[in-house]
């Protein structure tokens, strides 16, 4: 079984950075792609970013791309989210996800492609 968890997640103000941490615990982390989503209340959990196993390839969505840089580090288990010049709209909850696939633009970019989900880390960006 494949445990993640989030961190970094905060109240800022908008313009702002801000740096999302997520430790896994397994063994073989470096065969998962790992993404970062995110989701408000009454909305559809939205894509944010994607890192392929070796960090190699990495793919971003619009409302980010820019601003955003995800990166991973494969001896410490641990996937991160780096975000500058937040906005409110970037306001949600952040997840961390590990998908046991071979990594493409296409498929790491849907939540339905993942297998394993942590709990989310709160982002509130203040006006």
């Known amino acids: 079984q494949v445990q993640l968890v989030e961190s970094g997640g905060g109240l800022v103000q908008a313009g702002d950075s801000l740096n999302l941490s997520c430790e896994a615990s397994?063994?073989?982390?470096?065969?998962?792609?790992m993404g970062w989503f995110r989701q408000v209340p009454g909305k559809e959990r939205e894509f944010v970013a994607a890192?392929?196993?070796?960090?190699?390839?990495?793919v971003y969505a619009d409302s980010v791309k820019g601003r955003a840089t995800i990166s991973r580090n494969n001896a410490k288990n641990t996937v991160y989210l780096q975000m500058s010049t937040l906005k409110p709209e970037d306001t949600a909850v952040y997840y961390c996800?590990?998908?046991?696939?071979?990594?493409?633009?296409?498929?790491?970019?849907?939540?339905?492609?993942?297998?394993?989900w942590g709990q989310g880390t709160q982002v509130t960006v203040s006006s």
């Open positions: 890192i392929s196993r070796s960090g190699g390839n990495t």
């Open positions: 996800a590990a998908a046991g696939l071979k990594y493409t633009i296409t498929v790491v970019q849907h939540s339905e492609h993942y297998d394993y």
């Open positions: 397994v063994r073989d982390f470096h065969t998962y792609a």
